[in-house]
């Protein structure tokens, strides 16, 4: 064991999750790479898990830091006006395509999603929430509460009464091999028994991932949020999309990942990419909810002149460089080449994406079931071959690739490659067992 990780061991958590049988400290970084203390480079296909969007060392985001750093204020404090959180939410209000929208800053997803549940709770009067079975909000009491991958689920106890509903992760027994019209309409039934149950017209909101994250990129087909708002909007129930690995263009197909399902939401939550790096998140909601709480609040740090200075050059970069369009050309090849690997490796349950956002199912090539140990060795497997990428879902036995957007096509066929001899590798060994 290296010496760093025996005293990571001796004084943090021991449920603070580690990759890797030899863990890798990452001491440098540039353009969509990163560099280990021992040296080797690695090709980042998970970027911090989804945080740093335009991968490393860019120009424009340090540049920007430095000089908000150079004139001697880190921070002083949100009670006083800061120009650059202005400008910020400014951007992102326009971008929400939410009318009249204001916007929040927070240091972090969970926080972003804290705000959100006291907006909709305090609006609505009632501490009954619906989420999405298989979801990953955050690791407060409250974002707990609201999570259903019990994987991350540190609590049992909760400040909300939830209910979980049946949607995003598709890949349950009774609800395989369904036609996409017939899933959503199951969905919908599921919606409404659990109102019929839950004493519907209190229900505060529903929030969810368009594209389950931890859960393994689990994606509900596009309508399917539509569907479920329809019935929401019966009830006045508010809708929450949490869009901390979903938005920015991510998906492709949207710049937020709600959007491929036709619907705009009363708010959004964002983090992780908007300060590549740097510490900021977010709620973006209806004006008149954002209003609605009337004590005095403060975010000490949430909105800073740093983190705001790195987001509103991420976000402009992001724009400028069209990189959701990226994202949408990258993502098919990607794609592409991982499917055919679903018909001829057993041990390759399935394979989906959505722009730079896309997953390897592994499973037991005898029984199909889902195999976690299978997908630690391609982990290992690509760490050797010099590619970085994450693991995610229930069982922990989903590939999870999330690239910086800034991926150039080189660069795709490289990871591509790299990843499609690891699998192959781990396949025939298992095939072996
Ligand atoms: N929501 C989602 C969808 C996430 O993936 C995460 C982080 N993995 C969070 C919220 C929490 O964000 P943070 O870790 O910044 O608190």
Redesign the pocket.
């Known amino acids: 064991m290296s010496d760093l990780l025996a005293r990571h061991r001796a004084v943090m958590p021991s449920w603070l999750a580690l990759y890797y049988d030899a863990p890798i400290e990452i001491v440098s970084g540039k353009g969509n790479r990163v560099t280990d203390a021992e040296g080797r480079t690695y090709l980042d296909f998970f970027a911090g898990?989804v945080t740093n969007m335009l991968g490393y060392d860019v120009a424009e985001v340090r540049e920007a830091v430095e000089r908000q750093i150079a004139r001697g204020v880190v921070h002083t404090s949100t009670l006083y006006l800061l120009r650059g959180q202005v400008e910020l939410a400014e951007k992102i209000a326009r971008l929400s395509g939410i009318p009249d929208a204001k916007v929040f800053f927070t240091n972090?997803?969970?926080e972003a999603?804290e705000t959100a549940l006291l907006l909709a709770t305090c609006a609505r009067g009632s501490d009954q929430v619906l989420a999405m079975r298989n979801s990953?909000?955050?690791?407060s009491y409250g974002t707990i509460a609201i999570t259903g991958n019990k994987g991350w689920k540190n609590s049992a106890l909760s400040p909300l009464n939830v209910h979980y509903l049946h949607g995003t992760d598709r890949d349950r027994p009774a609800f395989r091999g369904m036609s996409d019209t017939a899933y959503i309409e199951a969905c919908v039934a599921d919606l409404r028994d659990v109102l019929a149950t839950a004493t519907a017209p209190d229900v505060a909101c529903l929030i969810a991932?368009p594209v389950q994250?931890?859960g393994g990129f689990a994606m509900a087909p596009d309508g399917l949020f539509a569907a479920y708002k329809e019935v929401l909007d019966e009830h006045g129930i508010l809708f929450v999309s949490?869009e901390?690995?979903t938005g920015w263009g991510r998906t492709g197909s949207s710049f937020w990942g709600i959007g491929d399902h036709g619907v705009t939401p009363d708010a959004m939550t964002f983090?992780?990419g908007l300060g590549n790096g740097f510490a900021i998140?977010g709620v973006v909601a209806r004006g008149d909810l954002m209003d609605g709480l009337t004590a005095n609040g403060v975010a000490t740090f949430g909105g800073n002149p740093v983190s705001t200075a790195a987001a509103n050059a991420t976000l402009d970069y992001v724009l400028d460089h069209d990189l959701q369009s990226n994202a949408a050309r990258l993502g098919p090849i990607l794609l592409e080449g991982l499917r055919p690997l679903a018909d001829s490796l057993p041990a390759v349950g399935a394979v989906r994406g959505k722009g730079l956002m896309f997953a390897v199912d592994m499973v037991d090539p005898g029984t199909g079931a889902p195999a976690p140990a299978l997908a630690a060795a391609v982990l290992e497997g690509t760490r050797r071959r010099g590619l970085l990428v994450g693991k995610g879902g229930l069982h922990g036995s989903v590939l999870r690739m999330a690239p910086p957007l800034t991926l150039g096509e080189e660069e795709a066929r490289e990871g591509l490659a790299i990843l499609v001899e690891a699998i192959t590798e781990v396949n025939a060994a298992a095939e072996q067992h």
């Open positions: 898990i972090s997803g969970t999603n990953y909000h955050g690791r991932e994250g931890v949490d901390v690995q983090a992780k998140g």
